[in-house]
């Protein structure tokens, strides 16, 4: 699941980015309205947790605008802004739920889960396969030739990554950024190790042969002979 959060705060924002990742999602973190306003018009999000008080457009703007652009995207809006009045108007611009600062992120997560299984993708899509693999991302199953593999929540963040971009060779820095939150380090192998592990799992067993290694450059999903 790709979830985008638009949110000013540097602090919230990289802890809410940091703890969903670790949950298992794909995250997108914009810093301010205009940045959140143009990910959410231009890329396909399961969910947007969206500010209110923001820089350049506030987060009644963004939801407005992705509203009248006829994007369904489960929207949470999370905020201090904590009157009836407040949480009214948010709903009545069509957001799903609402949220006030300080929260509890257990609770914050159990919104996000609830979202999601009550809302779908923009394209209504929540299953992403390639040949015989497919990942499920609503029940978290991921199955290949009829056959249920267990990943961990790394590994079904990873294999989510690299679906998304079948065909597209995505280099380690973006790897690590998305999936571990860090900077890419050269120095370290961690992300040839997940790949190796997800290997094991998704490809040693089974024909064809769907990640793929372009030396220099990074990974690639798809089915095609190396």
Do not use: C
């Amino acid at each position: 699941m790709k979830l985008l959060i638009v949110e000013d705060e540097s602090k919230i924002g990289d802890y809410l980015r940091q703890g969903l990742i670790e949950a298992g999602f794909v995250v997108d973190l914009a810093r301010n309205g205009l940045d959140g306003h143009h990910l959410a018009m231009t890329e396909d999000y399961n969910l947007l947790i969206l500010d209110i008080m923001l820089p350049d457009i506030d987060g009644w703007q963004i939801l407005k605008s992705i509203r009248e652009a006829g994007r369904n995207v489960p929207v949470l809006f999370l905020t201090a802004r904590d009157t009836v009045d407040d949480r009214v108007k948010g709903l009545e611009l069509g957001a799903d739920d609402y949220l006030v600062k300080p929260f509890a992120f257990s609770e914050l997560l159990a919104r996000v889960r609830t979202l999601l299984r009550r809302g779908v993708a923009p394209t209504n899509n929540t299953t992403l396969t390639v040949a015989d693999l497919e990942l499920d991302l609503m029940s978290r199953r991921v199955v290949r030739a009829g056959q249920r593999i267990q990943l961990t929540a790394k590994e079904f963040a990873l294999l989510e990554l690299l679906l998304r971009h079948r065909g597209e060779v995505l280099p380690r820095s973006l790897i690590a950024s998305q999936v571990w939150d860090m900077n890419f380090d050269s120095d370290t192998n961690v992300i040839d190790v997940a790949i190796r592990r997800l290997r094991a799992k998704v490809d040693d067993d089974f024909e064809p042969k769907l990640i793929h290694t372009l030396r220099g450059m990074g990974y690639m999903l798809d089915q095609q002979e190396e």
